[in-house]
Structures are given as structure tokens and as C-alpha cells.
Nanobody, 121 residues
Framework: QVQLVESGGGLVQPGGSLRLSCAAS????????MGWYRQAPGKQRELVAS???????TYADSVRGRFTISRDNAKNTVYLQMNSLKPEDTAVYFC???????????????WGQGTQVTVAS
């Protein structure tokens, strides 16, 4: 099995910063795209940012220029540095990874349990 464990969420004032981490563990041969999604109350889950194994990044328009996604392939970990946080960034943030568990097998989609980010004064 594969586990994704997020950390780093919390309460921060508008304009502040947080750094989220997500570590993948378990039966892993290779990890392809990793990403962060978020879901606010009453809204659909949306992509925040993603990064391929080669380092190509994608950002939602709402966070571009404020958030930075990065990864450490040796540690099977993805990070999300969030700066200039706004109240509208308040949501549960979920880590996602496309994982191949053994050579030659299919790639499957895995999710973390989520971490709450609250931006409020």
C-alpha cells in the first residue's frame, strides 16, 4: 500500500506564510506527477499546483506568483510554500500523487488525508 501524509497546515493571518509538506511511503517504484488540491466548505475540490517528476510545474491562476510547489524525489516528498495568504485560501489542502508500485504495473492515484489551512485575522 501507499500512504501520503501531509503536515504544515494551521491558522495564519492574512499576508502570512505557511509551508505544507507531503511525504509518500510504502510500496513505491516510481512517483510521477505530485500535486496539491484544496476544498473549501461548499465548494468543489480544485487543483492548486502540480509538479512532474522532471520538475515541470502548473499553478491555478488564483495562486500563481504567491505559491511555489517543489519536490524532493529522493525523499518522495512534495512541498507547497504559500506566501501572501488571503482569507479565500482557507480550505482543506490535499496531497495527490501518481504512483507506480512495481516496474511494469499501472500507475494509480493516491490521496492524503488533508490538512486544514485557515487564513484569518
Amino acid at each position: 500500500q501507499v500512504q501520503l501524509v501531509e503536515s504544515g497546515g494551521g491558522l495564519v493571518q492574512p499576508g502570512g506564510s505557511l509551508r505544507l509538506s507531503c511525504a509518500a511511503s510504502g510500496s513505491i517504484f516510481s512517483i510521477y506527477t505530485m500535486g496539491w488540491y484544496r476544498q473549501a466548505p461548499g465548494k468543489q475540490r480544485e487543483l492548486v499546483a502540480s509538479i512532474t517528476s522532471g520538475g515541470t510545474t502548473t499553478y491555478a491562476d488564483s495562486v500563481r506568483g504567491r505559491f511555489t510547489i517543489s519536490r524532493d524525489n529522493a525523499k518522495n516528498t512534495v512541498y507547497l510554500q504559500m506566501n501572501s495568504l488571503k482569507p479565500e485560501d482557507t480550505a482543506v489542502y490535499f496531497c495527490n500523487a501518481d504512483v507506480q508500485r512495481r516496474r511494469g504495473t499501472r500507475v494509480s492515484d493516491y490521496w492524503g488525508q488533508g490538512t486544514q489551512v485557515t487564513v484569518a485575522s
